[in-house]
């Protein structure tokens, strides 16, 4: 466990009052006792993917700071501690803003009740609001806008978490310029000119119900030819489209 007491700045200490979340404030608390927390002692407080848990202090404005320490078999391991108190960021303290029905069912009239990314409907409560330019970045608008936020369904939300956390972080976020992370495929699916700053197209598809016989079918064909169903997919696009204009 690490127990390295770190002296906490009043104004830092008074914003980390602010935070209510469970297992942001489990973060917190945990660095104003011992002054840093390591992967291994968010592991053993039962939360296996550690930066998710830290992500949640950072989405509450609070400024967070990564190094590095030895871990319990000597290997270097993440540790968290809190970061600069000038850069708390205040609209973001308290969390996140949370949605009415009606503002749900505002973005399901603009989607159609489908998922943004993979274009496949869903039952609505199968559909999580989900900001465009992520909370972490961006924080709350003081006046909700359809236009800042998209419905996603659970699994393609896991993906776009995992993408910005990887990706965006390290290219798009970095540029601080909102035209170019609002350009790219994890906030604007519909009509995007990059993804983390590289010059790639990307299609979700998705088959439910009755489909899930032609992806079945997809799926041995690929096989049969020793190939993946986008192959095919592909192939068939290029010979449509090849028909198409000549």
């Not at 000597?74 to 503002?103: H, M, N, Q, V």
């Not at 465009?132 to 359809?146: K, M």
């Not at 993408?163 to 604007?188: L, R, Y």
């Not at 010059?199 to 992806?215: F, H, N, Q, S």
Request: net charge positive; charged share 35%; glycine share 6%.
């Amino acid at each position: 466990m690490a127990n390295k007491k770190l002296q906490i700045d009043k104004k830092l200490l008074a914003a980390t009052k602010k935070v209510t979340g469970k297992r942001a404030r489990a973060v917190i608390d945990f660095i104003i006792k011992h002054g840093i927390i390591t992967t291994e002692d968010l592991e053993k407080m039962g939360y296996l993917h550690p930066p998710r848990a830290v992500r949640d202090v950072r989405e509450n404005g609070i400024p967070i700071e990564t190094t590095r320490v030895k871990g319990s078999n000597g290997k270097s391991i993440a540790a968290y501690k809190f970061g600069d108190p000038t850069k708390i960021e205040a609209f973001k303290l308290g969390g996140r803003s949370t949605f009415s029905k009606e503002f749900k069912s505002a973005l399901l009239k603009i989607q159609g009740g489908k998922c943004a990314i993979c274009n496949e409907i869903y039952d609505k409560k199968y559909l999580q609001i989900d900001h465009r330019v992520p909370y972490q970045f961006s924080g709350d608008t003081i006046e909700l806008n359809t236009k800042e936020f998209m419905l996603l369904c659970a699994e393609c939300n896991r993906k776009k978490d995992r993408a910005t956390e990887i990706g965006c972080s390290k290219t798009c976020f970095k540029t601080n310029d909102i035209k170019v992370i609002k350009s790219c495929f994890w906030a604007s699916p519909e009509n995007y000119s990059h993804i983390c700053m590289e010059p790639i197209r990307r299609m979700e598809l998705a088959w439910t119900g009755k489909d899930v016989k032609d992806y079945d079918e997809l799926a041995k064909l690929a096989k049969s030819k020793k190939v993946a169903p986008q192959d095919i997919i592909k192939q068939q696009l290029k010979d449509s489209l090849k028909k198409e204009y000549d």
